[in-house]
């Protein structure tokens, strides 16, 4: 291991990571409440006029094709689903966490965003699966958010890829999580927790965040979704969809079978359909942020 | 001299000197590369599923996304480019994955079996492979020297 810093150093960062708009963090909160309605979320829309901008250049970007011109919200939100909103609100306000280059992963910018929106689609797709009741979208919130610790930890472990991977490799670190334990103090998953308190994310998120990779740890109340990010995720690394060095470098539990009903069958329909999935809404997302039409 | 990037189900071909034929991030997708050293062809296709029945019309929309299908396209389109497909060099990369006890998420090794069955069909088997464990993959190979050149996050690159 080619060094050991402080976890406290680490720690001190998450103070100076961006706070959530007031937009965002109404609608994690509302859309984490399974009695939310669609108008609730319009709402929030109409009161933050860059959401409300940045939502119609994406409904009406060229990847959805749609005919006329969408103007009202609540028709933008109804095409797009509820879940595609959060995530523009999200990426609004945290873009400088997601579109950082994560140098210590060996990742180039953008590379983080893309994996997050795979991991959204799979793990949305993934709870659909579930035989009882789940949030779906929460699931796609969860993927967008599960690694957002990487973007903070990043910068400490610039440098060190090549030696993390011997690590493992040679059974000393059993996983990339255990290796950035070693050498930080804190794993990414940690860290995320810790930006998630900040943000005061709502429970179910917290746990997603901070268990996506032991998701047999999180409370048993949301252990399903934590399980449906957990194979959302290896999904997309499945896909080529990693976020650099760390691509496969877990363990996957196994013990997602007591929680989700998977087939072959349907884990290849799943990998086509995210394959599908993603391409549009990369391309429907990148026209909004571009301002194009 | 130009570079052929091929994403997830595409397949392609060049016998141009100096272009690179390459393709990213091969996680339990296979590249099966095909090299003509007597015309300096190189092909690839990159298979993410091993079977196209699971969904004809993407099938027939992007045949390249599964092996029954994308192996027998770039054979074709090599045969048309001038290639003798009978005595083309085979390379295999991919077909990543993370270990599941319950056997459903190894797509990657699904990957590669269908991929060498189809390949054993046309009388044809690879000469090197770097194939399973769990490590992406992007894979550049030149028309120029025929080279497969590997290369992974964290990894210094390497050929086979």
Redesign the interface.
Known sequence: MPMTIDSSEVLKRIEDAPLLSSSASRLLQITADPEHSLGEVADIVKTDAALTARVLRVVNSAAFGLISTISSIDRAISYLGERLVVGIAIDICASQLFDKPLTGYEAQRGDLWRHDLRVAIASREIARLAPQDMAVDLAFTGGILHDIGKSILSEFLTGTAQSVLETIEKGEAQDYLEAERAMLGIDHAMVGYELARKWQLPEPLQQVIRFHHKPSEADEEHRSLVYAVHLGDIIAMMGGGGTGSDTLQYHMDSAYTDYLDISVEQLTMTLLHVEEEFSKMEASLLDGKDGGT | MSNLILG??DFGASNSPGDIVKT??????VAVILLDPGTRSVGMVHV??PDSS??RD?AKERPG?FADTGIPMLLKQMSSMGCNVRKLTVKLAGG??????????N??KRNILAVKKLLWQHGMGPVAEDIGA???RTVSVSTNTGEVVLS?????PWKI
């Open positions: 997830v189900g990213f991030a091969l996680g339990s997708c993410a599923l699971i969904n993407k996304y990543a994955q993370i270990m599941d006890p319950n056997n459903t998420f797509i990657g769990n490590y992406s992974s996050p964290g990894r210094p």
